[in-house]
């Protein structure tokens, strides 16, 4: 498909607008009202083929305070249009948590944002679970860009070429697939193929452990093998009590010069347990990535009513920082237990016999049931089976007096 190939298309799904207003300001000269903007956005979409759904947008600026809050840029006289507005560190967490509670059917991305490497990589995931994204390209480095209708048309474009253009297509008016079957769905394991969330991963049904590691700051012993490393870390949780069912991912920081780290990241995946290193780049973006891929994995994997899936953060990144224990709560709430392991100096020993139990024993936090509060407590896997338990005993006499 070529960049600028005109592309027949029809959509009655629901249209999510991400508009990163510091990378695309409003133009200066053109109006501080953004009606008039909303406006011919809405127009652009519908001419490309994206009518008759539900459509939001969803600002992100520096400058708004209020995360959340239902903007006064509304435009009343449009029933199926509203906007929010929310200041953010990266919208990418936002593109993720929509993907994993609409429908039915995959919804429409319409990025106006730069795609820097973060962006550019959630997109393609989001597109290959089925979900159509188009991107506006950014202007020339001189000029800003105008949000005219004309404009929007000459520089959208689907991820991976292709100007959308409405043509009438009787197939889409036959009933689409809801994403909520999705967890019906089995995605049998390939071995030889790394799970890197690029594509839906792996079904796996009932108890689970999936370990995010920040292996930068928290290294492994250095002289260990992909498959001695996992051994370790398996072993440890199955000993406190963690299902025996456990997926790593190791997260590295891909723009050093470390040998072994870069040796982890490229080539063929060589070991055969399930342990995968993933470039994470610096610091901050280690923290994005590593929210991004839990809720991929939250959106692939979506728990029903207990807390059989235990998802459990090797970092130091979270602790103090609102915002990322906020979206960690989010996961909580949809029945992953959280646990949360920050090592500090003492207990960061990878090359004593006692890792990795010290760090669960000593730098392990879980949140606490009843607020979105991270609890000192030692971690406990019982609570949550007791939760669990609670809640099945309740529906069961909920139906005995139905």
């Known amino acids: 498909m070529g960049e600028d190939d005109t592309i027949g298309f029809e959509s009655l799904k629901q249209t999510l607008v991400y508009w990163n207003m510091d990378d695309y300001p409003i133009p200066v000269d053109t109006t501080d009202e953004l009606d008039p903007v909303f406006g011919d956005i809405l127009k652009a979409l519908d001419v490309m083929g994206f009518r008759d759904g539900h459509i939001d947008v969803f600002l992100y600026d520096e400058q708004i305070n209020r995360e959340g809050a239902l903007v006064d840029w509304t435009l009343p006289e449009s029933e199926y249009y509203c906007a929010f507005g929310y200041k953010v560190l990266d919208i990418t967490l936002y593109m993720i948590r929509h993907a994993s509670c609409i429908g039915p059917g995959p919804a429409n991305y319409f990025v106006i944002a730069k795609p820097k490497r973060e962006l550019h990589r959630v997109l393609h995931c989001l597109q290959s679970r089925r979900h159509n994204v188009l991107l506006v390209k950014p202007p ?4 800003e860009f105008l949000f005219s209708v004309a404009s929007l048309l000459e520089n959208a474009r ?8 409405f043509k009438e297509l009787y197939a889409s008016h036959a009933s689409e697939y809801d994403i909520s079957f999705e967890k019906y769905v089995e995605i049998k394991e390939d071995v030889s ?18 370990v995010f590691w920040d292996a930068v700051d928290y290294p492994f012993p250095p002289s260990s093998t992909p498959d001695e490393i996992y051994h370790s870390i398996s072993s440890a949780l199955v000993e406190r009590y963690f299902s025996d069912n456990i997926t790593i991912w190791a997260y590295l920081d891909d723009d050093d010069d470390d040998k072994k780290g870069s040796a982890l990241l490229g080539g063929d995946k060589t070991w055969t347990s399930r342990i995968y290193f993933l470039p994470g780049g610096d610091k901050a973006s280690r923290r994005i990535r590593m929210l991004n891929d839990m809720f991929l994995l939250a959106r692939d994997s979506p728990q029903c009513s207990s807390y059989d899936a235990s998802l459990v953060l090797f970092a130091d990144q979270f602790i103090g920082a609102a915002y990322y224990i906020n979206m960690l709560q989010r996961l909580d709430d949809i029945r992953y237990h959280i646990l949360l392991v920050t090592p500090t100096l003492d207990i960061n020993k990878p090359e004593t016999p006692q890792w990795p139990g010290l760090l669960i024993d000593r730098g392990a936090a879980t949140f606490a049931l009843e607020t979105c509060k991270i609890s000192e407590e030692p971690p ?13 005993e309740e529906t069961r006499k909920t139906l005995q007096m139905i």
Do not use: N, Q, W, Y
């Open 140 to 143: 020339p480095p001189d000029e």
């Open 158 to 165: 689907f991820l991976g070429g292709g100007k959308p253009r």
């Open 193 to 210: 193929k790394m799970v890197d969330f690029s594509e839906r991963i792996p079904t796996v049904r009932g108890p689970r452990t999936a």
């Open 380 to 392: 406990s896997p019982k609570k949550h089976e007791a939760l669990a338990a609670a809640e099945e």
